[in-house]
T-cell receptor, first 113, second 110 residues
């Protein structure tokens, strides 16, 4: 929806393994975001990037890392340092600070066994 | 830090009844957005409010932004089964960063 793709939709990993979630957008948007959603909860901001080669920590960045080497791509790595990584991960993008809409991808549901 | 609270957490209504969810921020906001998330889906943008006291309507949905720009509400008139989902507000202090509310889960009984 809105030109943002996330893959895969479901992901299973063993405890202690790093895993990278993909987020790609073809909307030519400057800003991209990663959120985490736990069952029955709101969205919590992990990282965001306003422009290529720049990103800022959100409220729950510990145990996560990101990169923004290309405008279209904003991958998120869930490291073994993340204490409770099982969650629904949502990527979003926004054209500019003057543009209303955040477009969300379909999400990746990560389960760590 | 900035917090955004939403009430109620859950709401069950009979089809045709009205529904309202309220959003309160601990700090003054530059703007507030509202999103709808269907079960199993992802949030979809509904609207953005920017001005103090602003009221916007989308068919049966009415959005308000408080005079102090610290609270907002979403009112649905005559709910339908298609309104089922979780409604989130998201507030910004003027940057790219948005803080999402905890959401109100709406169930509509036919």
């Amino acid at each position: 929806d809105g030109g943002i793709t996330q893959s895969p939709k479901y992901l299973f990993r063993k405890e202690g393994q790093n895993v990278t979630l993909s987020c790609e957008q073809n909307l030519n948007h400057d800003a991209m975001y990663w959120y985490r959603q736990d069952p029955g909860q709101g969205l919590r901001l992990i990282y965001y990037s306003q422009i290529v080669n720049d990103f800022q920590k959100g409220d729950i960045a510990e145990g996560y890392s990101v990169s923004r080497e290309k405008k279209e791509s904003f991958p998120l790595t869930v490291t073994s340092a993340q204490k409770n990584p099982t969650a629904f991960y949502l990527c979003a993008s926004r054209g500019s600070v003057w543009t209303d809409t955040q477009y969300f991808g379909p999400g990746t549901r990560l389960t760590v066994l | 830090g900035q917090q955004v609270m939403q009430i109620p957490q859950y709401q069950h209504v009979q089809e045709g009844e009205d529904f309202t969810t309220y959003c309160n921020s601990s700090t003054t906001l530059s703007n507030i957005q509202w999103y709808k998330q269907r079960p199993g889906g992802h949030p979809v943008f509904l609207i953005q409010l920017v001005k103090s006291g602003e009221v916007k309507k989308q068919k049966r949905l009415t959005f308000q932004f408080g005079e102090a720009k610290k609270n907002s509400s979403l009112h649905i008139t005559a709910t339908q089964t298609t309104d089922v989902g979780t409604y989130f507000c998201a507030g910004s202090s003027g940057t790219y960063k948005y803080i999402f509310g905890t959401g109100t889960r709406l169930k509509v009984l036919a």
